[in-house]
């Protein structure tokens, strides 16, 4: 599984866009980045997938290089809501008989102050 | 409709005693996962369910921690003579499939998770 790297916290305030950048330099070719956010006392929460290229949902952007190296999420005008630790996990596409087990690292703490 | 659920919330035990945890997937959901978070970590991977079938086990830490889902729906996580070792946020997951269908992962939904102490 391929080892991911990002910082383990950034401030930001309300209404500013926050970009989170994720290193997975040993990527394999069948594997996905996903991202999770969660909050205290939850469970963590499905954000955004993507393989290449940039993909776009109600919630978040992500933005991945053309070597797949790195991937960074964009959260466009945070909230104070928005404060939570973010999850950049990278894993297989291929099913190979069940699991896809998630590899979570030690996450971003985002805080989002006013 | 409803997503996954944990009970308890919280656990205390005392060194030595036995606890089982309880998961409730989404119904229907094939797939169940449970997961250890340490305070300030990021979950970790225990075990796995495809069904009624415990088809992954690798991430057990020890022969004291055991998990069943006879019937293909709720699971229970039963850790035996607890350690303070053992005190963590046990999370369960569930998947509708089995895995992946070219298009990406299938998302894994989780329960807001067992916060266990042991004293």
């Known amino acids: 599984l391929a080892k991911t790297t990002q910082p383990i916290s950034m401030d930001s305030y309300e209404g500013q866009e926050v970009n989170i950048t994720c290193s997975h330099n040993n990527i394999a070719t069948n594997d996905y980045i996903t991202w999770y956010q969660q909050f205290p006392s939850q469970g963590p929460r499905f954000i955004i997938q993507g393989y290449k290229t940039k993909v776009t949902n109600e919630v978040a952007s992500l933005f991945i290089p053309a070597d797949r190296k790195s991937s960074t999420l964009s959260l466009p005008r945070v909230s104070l809501s928005d404060t939570a630790v973010y999850y950049c996990?990278?894993?297989?596409?291929?099913?190979?008989?069940?699991?896809?087990?998630?590899?979570f690292g030690t996450g971003t703490q985002l805080k989002v102050e006013l | 409709g409803a997503g996954v659920s944990q009970s308890p919330r919280y656990k205390v035990a005392k060194r030595g005693q036995d606890v089982a945890l309880r998961c409730d997937p989404i119904?229907?959901?094939?797939?169940l996962f449970w997961y250890q978070q340490a305070l300030g970590q990021g979950p970790e991977f225990l075990t796995y369910f495809q069904n009624e079938a415990q088809l992954d086990k690798s991430g057990l830490p020890s022969d004291r921690f055991f998990a069943e889902r006879p019937e293909g729906s709720v699971s229970t996580l039963k850790i035996q003579r607890t350690q303070q070792e053992d005190s963590a946020v046990y999370l369960c997951?569930?998947?509708?499939?089995?895995?992946?269908?070219?298009?990406?992962?299938?998302?894994?939904?989780f329960g807001p998770g067992t916060r266990l102490t042991v004293l």
């Open positions: 997951a569930s998947r509708m499939g089995t895995g992946t269908s070219g298009g990406g992962t299938d998302t894994q939904y």
């Open positions: 119904s229907g959901h094939v797939s």
């Open positions: 996990l990278v894993g297989e596409i291929i099913l190979t008989g069940g699991g896809n087990k998630l590899t």
